[in-house]
């Protein structure tokens, strides 16, 4: 009957771990420990439609995916020894350098594979190329053998997302759902506490009528619609709830001043971002940018903030994303929890309660918070009733809904002009009067433009995540809180 296997690989060594009941979590190993030479880390089991399974592994800067088949007949043991399969080739794929943008010149890891396997090609996904970077990616190679010989595909990165709010799509699984629909989980890097501070993303995927393989990240960290909810495109699944929160007036009645942040801080040696300036005012609070942080001079019951949208608009949705400043809590204890209260004013005068978290008893550190009924209102007040750790942190309050008013005009004259290190691009366009920010779309079939970037507060961006040997289209639009623009001209680059 059907069953999950598991393995983990804390120490590069262990068992296969099985159970036929995952809810109860009946957990069965039979103890015959996989221990090849160069051990097991970023382990991935694939059960193949005809019942053979196979395992994928690697985490590093120096050695290549690898894969073996395993015996289910016997413990699970391997079937000879394992196979390389793949490495990294930086030199002409650009979005596998390392650092921020591709900025670095340390040696990139590939690691965390997942096989997929769609109708008769099989498709191993890797990340690449450090967790901690706002360019954490997935690629992908073909074959139509499990164990190779691999085919890179001309089109990755598969998954890709280094700008917006929360940054990083890389070391992924691509699963089912019970639709039959594809979707894409992913680490996120907030990199601040450690360089391994992340979150886990969730984005639409798919194969295209010709194979190609497909993450739509576009609007990633706005709100969409989840499996269950059918739609007209599983790809295109954003709800068109635009952003009506970055950089309004707001003002609180506490802000923390003098506090040394506590972090393990590695920038220095190159492995993680460098830290941002140590300014926690209020006005962190809706910059877009998860890294950055209000913090009060306490978690008491009579701290608040007030927003100004500028004028009445709809609202439909509120997330909170508390962040650790300093924290002082380790597992997972009763006391983990937040509470909150939400109001919204028309007026700033007459204020009616819309969110009420006041008795909130779980732990909801990116609380996401859709209302039943939109709201009209321009005034925003939270206050807090309960937190945790010493210091109330808030990274970003952030309010999804419509401006009612007009979308912007479509971006003129896009330009794409190709460094002489083909691995480069240097983009331009015209502002947008009243747009809040665009997303650049490109890829190597003018119909398939599948990776995006959201760009805030500038008209050139370079980027830096080609391939060697390969012409792209390209394509901007143009948005802000009222909607999305139309698409620009596609544009074809050598």
């Given at each position: 009957?059907d069953?999950?296997l598991a393995?983990g690989?804390?120490s590069?060594?262990?068992p296969i771990?099985e159970t036929?009941?995952p809810?109860?979590?009946?957990?069965?190993?039979n103890?015959?420990?996989?221990?090849?030479p160069?051990?097991i880390?970023?382990p991935?089991?694939?059960?193949d439609?005809?019942?053979?399974?196979?395992l994928?592994e690697?985490?590093?800067?120096r050695w290549?995916i690898?894969?073996?088949?395993l015996?289910?007949?016997?413990?699970?043991?391997?079937m000879g020894e394992?196979?390389d399969l793949?490495r990294?080739?930086?030199?002409?794929h650009?979005w596998e350098?390392f650092g921020q943008?591709?900025r670095?010149?340390v040696?990139?890891?590939?690691?965390?594979?997942?096989?997929?396997?769609?109708?008769?090609?099989?498709?191993?996904?890797?990340?690449?190329?450090?967790?901690?970077?706002n360019?954490?990616?997935?690629?992908v190679?073909?074959s139509d053998?499990p164990?190779?010989?691999f085919?890179?595909a001309?089109y990755n990165?598969?998954a890709y997302?280094?700008?917006?709010f929360l940054n990083?799509?890389g070391?992924?699984?691509?699963v089912m759902d019970?639709?039959?629909?594809h979707w894409?989980?992913?680490t996120m890097?907030i990199?601040?506490?450690?360089?391994?501070?992340?979150?886990i993303?969730?984005y639409p995927?798919?194969?295209?009528?010709?194979g190609?393989?497909y993450?739509n990240?576009?609007?990633?960290?706005y709100?969409?619609?989840?499996?269950?909810?059918e739609v007209?495109?599983?790809k295109?699944?954003?709800?068109?709830?635009?952003?009506?929160s970055k950089n309004?007036?707001?003002?609180s009645?506490?802000v923390?001043?003098?506090?040394?942040r506590n972090?393990a801080d590695e920038?220095e040696?190159?492995?993680?971002p460098?830290?941002e300036a140590?300014?926690y005012?209020?006005?962190?609070?809706n910059?877009?940018?998860i890294?950055?942080l209000?913090?009060?001079e306490?978690?008491?019951?009579?701290l608040?903030?007030?927003?100004?949208l500028?004028?009445s608009?709809t609202?439909?949705a509120f997330?909170?994303n508390?962040?650790?400043?300093n924290?002082n809590?380790?597992g997972k204890?009763?006391?983990?929890?937040?509470?909150?209260?939400?109001?919204t004013?028309?007026d700033?005068s007459?204020?009616?309660?819309?969110?009420?978290?006041?008795e909130?008893?779980?732990d909801?550190p990116h609380?996401y918070i859709?209302?039943e009924?939109?709201?009209e209102?321009?005034y925003?007040?939270f206050?807090n009733?309960y937190f945790p750790?010493?210091y109330l942190?808030?990274?970003?309050?952030r309010?999804?809904?419509n401006?009612n008013g007009?979308?912007?005009?479509?971006?003129?004259?896009?330009r794409?002009e190709?460094?002489t290190?083909?691995?480069n691009?240097?983009?331009?366009?015209?502002?947008?009067a009243?747009a809040?920010g665009y997303?650049l779309?490109?890829?190597?079939?003018p119909d398939k433009?599948?990776?995006?970037?959201?760009?805030y507060?500038q008209?050139?961006?370079?980027l830096?995540?080609l391939?060697?040997g390969?012409?792209?289209h390209?394509a901007?639009?143009?948005f802000?809180?009222?909607g999305?623009s139309?698409?620009?001209?596609?544009i074809?680059v050598e």
């Open positions: 009957g069953k999950i393995y690989d804390p590069g060594r262990g771990i036929d009941n809810e109860l979590g009946d957990w069965k190993t103890y015959a420990v996989l221990n090849p160069g051990g880390q970023d991935n089991i694939f059960v439609t005809d019942g053979r399974v196979y994928y690697e985490s590093s800067n290549p690898r894969g073996v088949e015996d289910p007949e016997n413990y699970y043991i391997p394992q196979v793949f990294l080739d930086p030199d002409n650009g350098r943008d591709h670095s010149d040696a990139p890891f590939i690691e965390g594979p997942w096989m997929v396997k769609h109708n008769d090609t099989y498709y191993l996904m890797y990340g690449a190329p450090g967790t901690q970077w360019v954490y990616a997935d690629g190679y073909t053998n164990l190779g010989p085919t890179y001309p990165p598969v997302k280094p700008g917006g990083g799509s070391h992924g699984s691509a019970n639709h039959g629909n894409h989980f992913s890097a990199s601040v506490n450690y360089k391994f501070e992340r979150r993303g969730m995927a798919g194969f295209e009528e010709n190609q393989m993450v990240t576009a609007y990633g960290d709100p969409h619609y989840l499996p269950d909810v007209e495109d599983h295109h699944r954003f709800t068109g709830w635009m952003l009506l309004k007036p707001v003002k009645n506490s923390l001043t003098g506090v040394k972090v920038h040696k190159g492995y993680m460098e830290q140590a300014d005012g209020i006005e962190k609070i910059d877009e940018n890294r950055t209000w913090v009060a306490s978690n008491s019951d009579t608040w903030f007030e927003m100004d500028g004028r608009m609202l439909r997330q909170l508390y962040q650790d400043f924290a809590i380790f204890p009763d006391t983990l929890r937040q509470q909150f209260v939400i109001e004013s028309v700033g007459t204020w009616q309660t819309t969110i009420d978290f006041s909130n008893n779980k909801r609380a859709e209302l009924e939109p709201v209102g321009r925003i007040r206050t009733k750790n010493r942190a808030i990274g970003e309050f309010v999804f809904g401006g007009e979308q912007p005009a479509a971006p003129a004259s896009l794409v190709r460094q290190d083909a691995r691009a240097d983009i331009s366009w015209e502002p947008v009243d809040m997303v779309y490109w890829g190597i079939e433009l599948n990776n995006s970037v959201m760009i507060d008209t050139a961006y370079e830096r995540a391939n060697k390969v012409a792209y390209f901007i639009e143009a802000n809180e009222n999305i139309e698409c620009s001209k596609t074809r």
